[in-house]
């Protein structure tokens, strides 16, 4: 079987000898070095992306993926608008709101809220918000009975249970200035959806008692959309851009949570960044062992010279050595880290059960099991990364070995 004489010459060099044992073992060292390391953010990785994917399809459950609204005057007839877009066959199904800033306050108690004005028969089409809630039913909200369903948190930092009343203070701008308009609602219900922003801040009441608190005399706000896929949103923007009414606002989820995901994208680039480290540790070790092993080896690359082997082919033995390391290595890590990766389910159960801890408990935690999500994005460019800083590795002792002169290494020979 046909095989260069480099490659031949590196197979030689990586298998252990005896008078190398030392140089053998950073290589060792330095594949179990890139396995880990590979390994690690493929494991890493996967638990943020299935982080991510939680809390994105727990902020998309609570409210409409996009919406229209005209916040000052409200919408004439919401049904209109709505039948308009109903066409987009992404569109699974519309619901008016209208969204109100207030403080709530019980006793001496007073906490900021977002009041969220919904008509119970439509919001199951647009949100799951009545999958969350603990105590009561969305249907208890009826128009004109001055109705609220409390966030968990909210709840408790107010003080407040099913039953209680709590007094609602908008601020209302006249020509005297701002002056608060007070009312008094009814707790009929609890919700707990599992984010802090919801659940420390929303409340959920009827439409047209939340339309009554802003002033819009009974309209809605605007309407919310909820899609089929969440991620083809542009679409729904499009289509807004060309109903051509600018009093009309646009938004969806992407631009309302953008903070979120934006600081799990730093999370991850960081997380990149310093577990990288461990290759590029491994990667100064084969740097180490080629170093060495060229200095082992300087009067057998001086006979090669004196049969006429070319520099550069000398350094190619080198490189291929080093990076035949860097291929074992990305290859143990990323079988490693992929049965890492799919077995989080088994994997962290069974050593919570051995060491008897638990990871996540779930007095602190909303999430109690650790999820995973492989993308085979990270599977193609982690494995990636790690040859291209193992090959980048090989390039200081290739030339190193290239430059032996044959002379000066034969000389007391």
Not at 42 to 57: C, W, Y
């Amino acid at each position: 079987m046909f095989r260069p004489l480099e490659c031949f010459i590196a197979a030689r060099y990586v298998r252990s000898r005896r008078r190398r044992g030392f140089i053998s073992f950073i290589s060792l060292a330095s594949m179990l070095g890139i396995a880990v390391g590979v390994a690690a953010l493929i494991v890493i990785l996967s638990v943020m992306n299935g982080f991510e994917t939680e809390l994105r399809a727990r902020l998309l459950s609570m409210a409409a993926h996009a919406s229209l609204s005209s916040p000052r005057v409200g919408l004439q007839d919401w049904s209109v608008l709505a039948e308009r877009l109903s066409d987009e066959p992404n569109v699974a199904g519309i619901s008016p709101f209208v969204n109100v800033e207030a403080m709530l306050g019980s006793g001496a108690r007073l906490r900021p809220a977002l009041i969220r004005g919904v008509l119970p028969e439509e919001e199951d089409g647009v949100s799951d918000v009545a999958d969350y809630i603990q105590v009561g039913r969305l249907d208890d909200l009826m128009p004109g009975t001055r109705r609220v369903i409390l966030g968990r948190v909210l709840a408790l930092s107010l003080g407040l249970d099913v039953g209680s009343r709590v007094s609602v203070l908008v601020p209302e701008a006249t020509d005297r200035g701002i002056t608060p308009r007070l009312r008094s609602f009814e707790v009929v219900g609890i919700f707990e959806a599992g984010i802090t922003d919801h659940d420390a801040s929303l409340a959920l009441t009827h439409m047209t008692d939340a339309s009554e608190l802003a002033g819009l005399g009974g309209r809605a706000e605007g309407i919310g959309i909820r899609l089929r896929d969440p991620l083809a949103v542009a679409a729904i923007a499009a289509d807004a851009a060309d109903l051509g009414d600018a009093a009309l606002v646009y938004s969806d989820w992407t631009i309302e949570n953008q903070s979120f995901f934006r600081a799990i994208h730093i999370e991850k680039t960081m997380m990149t960044l310093i577990l990288l480290l461990i290759v590029a540790v491994a990667a100064f070790n084969i740097v180490a062992s080629l170093v060495m092993l060229v200095t082992d080896k300087e009067k057998d690359i001086a006979i090669l010279r004196t049969y006429g082997l070319e520099p550069h082919r000398i350094a190619r033995i080198f490189m291929i050595q080093g990076t035949a390391i860097g291929v074992i290595g990305t290859l143990t890590g990323l079988v490693f880290g992929l049965l890492l990766a799919f077995n989080v389910d088994i994997i962290v159960p069974w050593l919570e059960a051995t060491f008897n801890f638990q990871i996540m408990p779930g007095d602190v935690y909303y999430v109690t099991e650790i999820p995973s999500e492989v993308q085979w994005t990270d599977v193609t460019v982690i494995p990636m990364l790690a040859l291209v800083v193992a090959a980048l590795a090989t390039i200081y002792p290739a030339r190193r070995a290239a430059a032996v002169a044959p002379a000066e290494a034969l000389r007391y020979d």
